[in-house]
């Protein structure tokens, strides 16, 4: 079964940085570019950042370009995202999701929640 | 503001018919077959429903189809059931550096 499973999410004071984690099993992961979304507490989904199957090609939306980093260990079969100079409206849930081809996002974990307040 | 236009409810009753729409632009929607659904119920994460428009995943029922005219793409839920009831996202594949992948604002479905 393909799974997708998130942790790192904490409350962070605004300034503050944190790395979340997305663990990938019941697939090759490094066969598969992978996708961090979000969606904040009531509202719609927000494409974060997209990292190619071999980490060499990056992609963020202008929200968090230049405060974001996603990274992946295919030994570990893992995708990050390293999150710096939090804002409050970053507080969100957020989701990974394996790009099944085609710009599909196919499955999505269960989200970790990351609120940013002081 | 999100890229692609949803309208923010629609409502049927069970064994009837509804069209979401998803109305983006020449950039996304109308530029490329790169549209997707998704069905989110309450608590949960999103599913894949349509994938390039109008291809089903394995496991979705045939009630649910996708189809596209120029820059507006549609989902159709046939012979609604209660267990539809949930938030419908779009989305679109866009092209751009930083915009490489774009979300409607979402649908609520009601099923009366």
């Known amino acids: 079964e393909v799974q997708l499973v998130e942790s790192g999410g904490v409350v962070v004071q605004p300034g503050g940085s944190l790395r979340l984690s997305c663990a990938a099993s019941?697939?090759?992961?490094?066969?598969?570019?992978m996708h961090w979304v979000r969606q904040a507490p009531g509202k719609g989904l927000e494409w974060v950042s997209l990292?190619?199957?071999?980490?060499?090609?990056?992609y963020y939306a202008d929200s968090v370009k230049g405060r974001f980093t996603i990274s992946r260990d295919n030994s570990k079969n893992s995708l990050y995202l390293q999150m710096n100079s939090l804002r409050a409206e970053d507080t969100a849930l957020y989701y990974c999701?394996?790009?099944?081809?085609?710009?599909?996002?196919?499955?999505w974990g269960q989200g970790t929640l990351v609120t940013v307040s002081s | 503001q999100s890229a692609l236009t949803q309208p923010r409810s629609v409502s049927g009753s069970p064994g009837q018919s509804v069209t979401i729409s998803c109305t983006g632009t020449?950039?996304?929607?109308?530029?490329?077959?790169?549209v997707s659904w998704y069905q989110q119920h309450p608590g949960k994460a999103p599913k894949l429903m349509i994938y390039?428009?109008?291809k089903r995943p394995s496991g979705v029922p045939d009630r649910f189809s996708g189809s596209k005219s120029g820059n507006t793409a549609s989902l159709t839920i046939s012979g609604l059931q209660a267990e539809d009831e949930a938030d419908y996202y779009c989305?679109?594949?866009?092209?751009?550096?930083?915009?490489?992948?774009?979300f409607g604002g979402g649908t609520k479905l009601t099923v009366l």
């Open positions: 999701a394996k790009d099944s081809s085609s710009w599909m996002f196919d499955p």
């Open positions: 019941g697939f090759t992961f490094d066969d598969y570019a």
């Open positions: 020449s950039s996304d929607v109308g530029g490329y077959n790169y």
């Open positions: 390039d428009v109008s």
């Open positions: 990292i190619s199957w071999d980490g060499g090609s990056t």
């Open positions: 989305c679109s594949y866009a092209g751009s550096y930083t915009s490489i992948v774009v």
